[in-house]
Each structure stands twice: as C-alpha cells, then as structure tokens.
C-alpha cells in the first residue's frame, strides 16, 4: 500500500541542519511517497511516464514527485517498480498578475527572435529533462539570496494585457550585484544569456532536481562545474524580460517547475 504525505511538514535535511518542509500534492506543489525499508534496493518510481527522485528518510525509501501546474485535482497512478498505485492530488487556485512590459519585443517576437527562443528552450528543456544518478539525502535549500520574496509562482501572466504562461519561479527582491549563492551541493548544467531570462544559470541536485537563476548582472561558474552550498554562481541583474533588478528562482522535479517556497526556509525578517 503506497503512503503519500499530504498537506504536512516533513524534516529533510540539508547538510547537518534539519529544516522542515511543506508537502503539499497540490498543482506545482510536492507528493512523498513512502516506499518501504532502506534495507532493500531502493525501487524505481515514475509519475507521468518520467523517474522521481529516491531518497532515505528515517529508514525507509520516500519518493519525491513535483507535480504539474496543469494537472487536474483527483487520483494519479505512480508506478513502483511497475506496479500501479496513486497519490491524490488536491485543487488549488493561482492568482492572476498583469504585467506592462515597454519593449515591445518581448510580447510580440520577430522569427528571428523566436527562432533564438526555440534554441535556447532546447537547452533549458534538455537539463530539466535530464536525470543524473547520484544518492540523494534531501531536497531542502538555502536561500540564494536573502531578499522579499514574492508569492508569485503559478500566477496566470498577463504582458502588455496579453495572456501568457503562468509565472513558474519565485522573485526575490535584490539589488544589481548582489551575489546569489548554490543552495545546496550540485553540477552547474548549463550557462547563458536567454532572451527571456537573460542570464542564466541551471543547477543539477541529481536525479532530475534541478535549480535556475535568471536575469542575472553576471555568472560566476562554467558549466560542468560543480558547486557546494553557499558558493557564489552570480550576481542579481536585470537582464531579459524584467521590470527591475530582481532574481528568479525556479525549482524543478521529474521536468516540472514546483514552488520555490517548498523547500526554502522561513524568509529572515527585516
């Protein structure tokens, strides 16, 4: 019988720090799925077709699965080494955000401009599709940076009064040049200046728990290099489509973008 926490706080650790999460199997939101003793193999776990990080916890298997902002409340199957179980996902309802972009570009693109995009979304797409094999022993992170942060994630997005995809990031507020860190040990995946999110950086936790930081005044790493908690990968910027200096920060598992706010601790107080 699978047993999947839900709406609760779970400890997971960071380094030798324990700080508590909200599991919430929600639309963006996270599922963990207690799969049994440690003592065994650890079994292989997919939800929509795609592998979900394993990790130990308190002696047993806990699988983690993001789950899609477009996914519709009720039960989905999670196959466990094949055999067929569900997590129940809860409804939930995202805010609307309306946005005045001045140039115009970013609404409306020429082909080269799109072309451009479809090059660089190959790029994102390959890394938040990949999964990197390697022991896990949490999904918890530091803060990249200590600013305002706003609820935003999953807002339905309205440019110039267009309507595009929802918001799939959290931004947090900071000034051009302040350094961003790695909020937990990874292999830096990918590097570049996007259209849309200027420069970027892309975080590998391994098996397909991966982090980005957009709109960035400069990188500090290279790609396929690897990085520890609290090492510097950039500096907040206001590069690609943005209003302000700011950082965009996305949390991905299994390919989807789940809310940032998930796995980061209590903002510190002005």
């Not at 199957?77 to 005045?100: C, D, F, K, M, W």
């Not at 599709?129 to 994630?153: M, T, Y």
């Not at 000034?175 to 950086?201: C, Q, S």
Request: hydrophobic share 40%.
């Amino acid at each position: 019988m699978i047993k999947c926490f839900s709406w609760l706080v779970a400890l997971l650790l960071i380094g030798n720090t324990a700080q508590a999460i909200e599991v919430s199997p929600r639309p963006g939101g996270v599922a963990m799925i207690e799969l049994g003793s440690a003592s065994l193999p650890p079994p292989r776990v997919t939800f929509n077709d795609k592998p979900l990080l394993v990790m130990a916890k308190d002696g047993h298997w806990v699988a983690v699965a993001g789950i899609p902002l477009d996914t519709e409340p009720g039960e989905w199957p999670v196959l466990i080494n094949g055999q067929e179980q569900s997590v129940t996902v809860a409804a939930h309802t995202y805010r609307e955000q309306r946005i005045t972009v001045e140039n115009e570009s970013f609404v409306t693109q020429s082909q080269e401009q799109l072309d451009r995009i479809f090059r660089e979304r190959k790029i994102i797409d390959s890394v938040l599709g990949s999964f990197r094999d390697v022991p896990i022993d949490g999904v918890a992170l530091a803060a990249p940076i200590n600013g305002k942060r706003s609820p935003s994630f999953g807002y339905r997005r309205y440019f110039n009064d267009q309507p595009r995809s929802p918001h799939k990031g959290m931004d947090i507020a900071g000034k051009t040049g302040d350094p961003v860190i790695a909020p937990r040990a990874a292999l830096v995946a990918a590097t570049g200046d996007y259209f849309f999110n200027g420069n970027t950086v892309l975080l590998d936790h391994g098996q397909g728990f991966v982090t980005m930081y957009c709109h960035l005044s400069e990188i500090s790493v290279e790609k396929g290099e690897t990085v520890d908690v609290g090492d510097i990968i950039g500096a907040v910027g206001a590069t690609g489509r943005v209003t302000g200096p700011h950082l965009h920060f996305g949390t991905y598992l299994n390919g989807t973008a789940v809310d940032p706010a998930i796995f980061l601790p209590p903002p510190v107080s002005d």
